[in-house]
């Protein structure tokens, strides 16, 4: 249903600004951080991993990419043999206007999303259904997004 898929991801991106829930959901990051992490349009631009990391780093979410690499474990049961063999909890969700260079980035990072404004949908913001993903957003995108968002 077209209207409460809309509701859930109104909903899912309002809980993505509250402190507590994203910290409910077991995300780890700085206390002087303020949700929601609104990045400038040069960060588009990062194609080094090393240069991804120091900017995590100073914007204070380093330690959820830590988190996600340190919780990466075997799988139990047959998945193993059916080519899901490590369940990794899922990192940082940037929502970036172009992915191309932060793909390259941070494509490797453990648990890290990369979303368009466009390809956002209920399971990025909240997978398995547990709203408040630690989510990042560049300023074109949310551009895109209050654009979107204005004509319904």
Known sequence: NK?????????????????????????VFDENVSLPIVLVDDFENVKKTKEMLE????????????????????????GKRRGRRYKVPKSILFVVKEKENIKKAAGNLVGVDIVTPEELNVEHLAPGGDAGRLTLFTQP?????EEKYESI
């Not at 900017?55 to 047959?78: F, M, P, Q, S, T």
């Open 55 to 78: 900017i995590l780093k100073n914007v204070g979410v380093y330690g959820d990419i830590e988190r996600a690499k340190n919780g990466k474990h075997i799988r139990a049961g047959k």
């Open 141 to 145: 995108a949310i551009q895109i997004m």
């Open 3 to 27: 209207k409460e898929m809309f509701l859930a991801k109104k909903s899912a991106l309002s809980a993505v600004t509250n402190e507590e829930i994203v910290r409910s959901r077991g995300h």
